[in-house]
């Protein structure tokens, strides 16, 4: 199936092409880690209702102000459950829409197949960059921050400026692809997507080295008496869009 390229503000838009020119469609803002599970999602919700998903792609920081200025998108799937909680107290979001879709996992990854051996590789001498994705906007640079200072690392590396800050996930993913960085903190997800699945080495990161990655969902008022954003949000609880979230690496409440 297709995929379109949009754009909104500096945000990356990510469309599966409708197969019916009456199909309803939703803008769907998605943080960077779900992003190549949902696009799997939107291509089975589309096959089976016939409802049309493009994608909005960005950090849930930066999309969670896009909201807050009036972006129009109708569902928000954030890498956090703050946001989405903020904004259903806020008026932002539609009361009793918000879940729980997703646990994430952090993983630290390196396209060098030697690279990675565990945690000790943080403390080894062979890197010279490491990406994370800035704290500030994103709950996996918390995440990783948070890991770092479990294992006494993160005070260590900041000041002989080793670490490198993505706006995204997507980015620091680019950082480590292209060669600015060695290795880095990403998704697990995005390790598991099929383009990279089996590449490079990895450490999936103990989930008690950081606070719980939980993903949450909120409806969005444009979105509220859409039938395509309830179909969807009712789709997020079927097996078929649990068995792909699962398959990258997500954990389900």
Same mark, same amino acid.
Request: aromatic share 8%; net charge neutral; charged share 25%.
């Given at each position: 199936?297709?995929l ?16 019916s020119?009456?199909?309803e469609?939703i !803008?769907?803002?998605?943080a960077a880690?779900f992003?190549?599970s949902?696009?799997e ?7 089976s209702?016939?409802?049309?998903a493009q994608i909005?792609?960005?950090?849930s920081?930066?999309l ?6 009036g972006?129009p ?10 946001r989405?909680?903020r904004l259903?107290?806020?008026g932002?979001g539609v009361k009793?829409?918000r879940?729980?879709y ?5 993983a ?6 030697d690279l ?10 062979t890197f ?9 906007n994103?709950?996996?640079?918390l ?7 479990? @294992? ?6 900041q000041?002989?400026?080793?670490i490198i800050m993505?706006?995204?996930?997507a980015?620091t993913m680019?950082f480590?692809?292209s060669?600015?960085?060695? @290795?880095g903190f990403?998704? @697990?997800s995005?390790v !598991?997507?099929?383009?990279?699945k089996?590449?490079g080495?990895?450490?999936d990161?103990?989930s008690?080295?950081?606070?719980p990655?939980?993903q ?5 008022p444009?979105g509220?008496?859409n039938?395509?954003a309830?179909? @969807?949000m009712?789709?997020?609880s079927?097996?078929?869009a ?8 997500y954990? !389900?409440?």
């Open positions: 199936m297709k379109k390229i949009l754009a909104w503000g500096l945000l990356l838009i990510v469309s599966a092409a409708a197969t020119a009456s199909a469609q !803008l769907v803002a998605v880690n992003v190549p949902f696009r999602v939107a291509m089975e919700f589309e096959k209702t016939g409802h049309h909005a792609a960005g950090s920081g930066n969670y102000s896009q909201i807050k200025n972006a998108f109708d569902v928000f799937f954030s890498a956090d459950d703050e989405p909680k259903e107290e806020d932002v009793g829409t879940f729980t997703a646990i994430g996992r952090l630290l990854w390196s396209p060098n197949a990675v051996k565990g945690e000790e590789t943080l403390s080894s001498t010279t960059r490491l990406a994370i994705t800035n704290p500030k994103a709950p996996y640079g995440a990783a921050m948070q890991a770092m200072q479990k @294992l006494r690392i993160w005070d260590k590396l000041p002989q400026h080793i993505g706006e995204n996930l980015q680019e480590i692809e060669g600015h960085a060695e @290795l990403v998704a @697990l995005q !598991l997507d099929p383009k990279v089996g590449k080495s990895r450490w990161v103990p008690n080295l950081h606070e990655i939980q949450d969902a909120i409806v969005l444009k509220k008496d039938a395509t309830k179909a @969807l009712e789709f997020m079927g097996p078929q649990k068995a792909i979230i699962e398959r990258y690496g954990q !389900l409440k």
